[in-house]
C-alpha cells in the first residue's frame, strides 16, 4: 500500500494552529465539514471559543481550544504535554499560524523577528517531530505545513518571512522522503496573496491592483485540505500564484528578486498611505462625533459622512 492509500480513520483527529482567523480558521471549517474532530490553537481565545462552538453545533464535531502563544520557546513541549494529559491523540498536524515583518532588513524590529522566527519556523518544526512520532508508529497521518508563494522567491522587503516559507518547503519536503512507505504524508500549501483581516484593516481591497490575484482563504483552504488528502507533497492554490512560481523556477534569481521588490514596493507603499489616511479618519470620525455629542446633534449620520468624505 502506497502512502497515499494510506487509510486515516474518518474520526482522525486535526490539530489547527493559528484557527483563530484567517487560513487557519477555513481550514479548520473544512476539517470540520469532513466530521474531524479539532484541536483549536492560537492566543486569541474569545474568538477560538466562538469558532469551536459554531462548529459543535453546524458539523456536530468533537472541538478542543488550545489558548497558547506559539513564540514562546516552551510552547511546543507544552502543547505536546497538554495533549497527552487530556488524551487528545493527533492524526492530522496542520501548522498553519504565522506571521510577517515587512519593511528593510536593517530597519525591522528584531524582537518581533525573533518572534517571526519562533512561529513559523521553531515551533513548526518542533510540533512536526514531537507529534510525528506517535503518526509513524500507528502507520499513518497527515501534516500540512504553510507555506508560500514567497518559499520559492527570495521577497525583498519580507527577506524574513521568505526565508522561513523557504525553510518550511525544503524542510517538509525532505522529511516527506523520509517517510516514504510509512504511511505518513507531509503536504506544503503555498498560497500567494490571501484575503485576510489585515488587508480590510488596511483599506487593500479598495485598491485594484492590490485586489488582483488575492485569493479567498476559503477557497485556499480546501485546496490544502484535498491536497493533503491526496498526500500531495506541494500543492500552489490559483493559476496566478502558479504562474508566479514558475517563472520563479525559470528565470534567473536575480530577475525574479527584483521584480518581487518593485511589487513589494509598491504594496508597502500603498499600505502606508492607506493606513495613514484610515488613521486620520478615525481621528477625524472620533473628533466629528465628540463636536456632535457637545453640541447635541446626530452622531450616527454625521460621523458617516465624515468617514465616507474621508475614504
Ligand atoms: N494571507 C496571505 O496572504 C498568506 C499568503 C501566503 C502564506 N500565508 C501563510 O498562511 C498562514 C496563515 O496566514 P493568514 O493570512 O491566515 O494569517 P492571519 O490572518 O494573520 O492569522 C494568523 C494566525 O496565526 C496565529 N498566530 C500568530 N501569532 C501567533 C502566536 N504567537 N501564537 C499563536 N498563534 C499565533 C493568529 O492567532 P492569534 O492572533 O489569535 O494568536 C492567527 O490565527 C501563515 O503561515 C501565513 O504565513 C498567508
Not at 34 to 44: C, I, K, M, Q
Not at 138 to 155: K, M
Not at 279 to 304: E, I, Q, V
Amino acid at each position: 500500500m502506497t502512502d497515499r492509500q494510506s487509510r486515516l480513520p474518518s474520526e482522525a483527529r486535526a490539530l489547527v494552529t493559528g484557527a483563530s482567523t484567517g487560513i487557519g480558521r477555513e481550514l479548520a471549517r473544512v476539517f470540520a465539514q469532513h466530521g474531524h474532530p479539532l484541536v483549536l490553537v492560537a492566543r486569541n481565545g474569545p474568538r477560538l471559543h466562538q469558532l469551536a462552538d459554531e462548529l459543535r453545533e453546524q458539523y456536530k464535531v468533537a472541538v478542543d481550544v488550545l489558548i497558547k502563544d506559539l513564540s514562546l520557546a516552551t510552547t511546543a513541549s507544552e502543547l505536546f504535554q497538554e495533549l497527552n494529559q487530556k488524551s487528545l491523540s493527533i492524526n492530522i498536524l496542520v501548522n498553519n499560524a504565522g506571521l510577517d515583518v515587512y519593511g528593510d532588513f536593517v530597519d525591522t524590529d528584531w524582537a518581533e523577528e525573533l518572534r517571526l522566527l519562533q512561529v513559523n519556523l521553531l515551533t513548526l518544526t518542533q510540533l512536526t517531530k514531537l507529534l510525528l512520532k506517535d503518526m509513524r508508529a500507528q502507520g499513518y497521518g497527515r501534516i500540512l505545513n504553510l507555506g508560500s508563494t514567497g518559499s520559492f522567491i527570495p521577497s525583498p522587503l519580507n527577506a524574513v518571512y521568505s526565508a522561513t516559507k523557504a525553510y518550511v518547503l525544503s524542510f517538509s519536503e525532505a522529511v516527506a522522503e523520509e517517510l516514504r512507505g510509512s504511511g505518513v504524508t507531509i503536504t506544503v500549501l503555498c498560497p500567494g496573496v490571501t484575503r485576510s483581516e489585515f488587508h480590510q484593516r488596511a483599506g487593500m481591497e479598495r485598491i485594484r491592483l492590490l485586489r488582483f490575484g488575492v485569493m479567498e482563504a476559503g477557497v485556499v483552504a480546501e485546496a490544502g485540505y484535498q491536497a493533503l488528502m491526496a498526500g500531495r507533497r506541494v500543492v500552489v492554490p490559483g493559476w496566478i500564484n502558479q504562474i508566479q512560481v514558475l517563472a520563479a523556477r525559470l528565470l534567473p534569481s536575480s530577475v525574479m528578486t527584483r521584480i518581487a521588490k518593485v511589487m513589494n514596493t509598491y504594496r508597502i507603499r500603498t499600505v502606508r498611505h492607506l493606513c495613514k489616511r484610515n488613521s486620520l479618519s478615525r481621528w477625524m470620525l472620533k473628533f466629528t462625533t465628540a463636536c456632535n455629542r457637545l453640541l447635541g446633534g446626530d452622531t450616527s449620520a454625521s460621523s458617516s459622512k465624515t468617514l465616507s468624505a474621508l475614504m
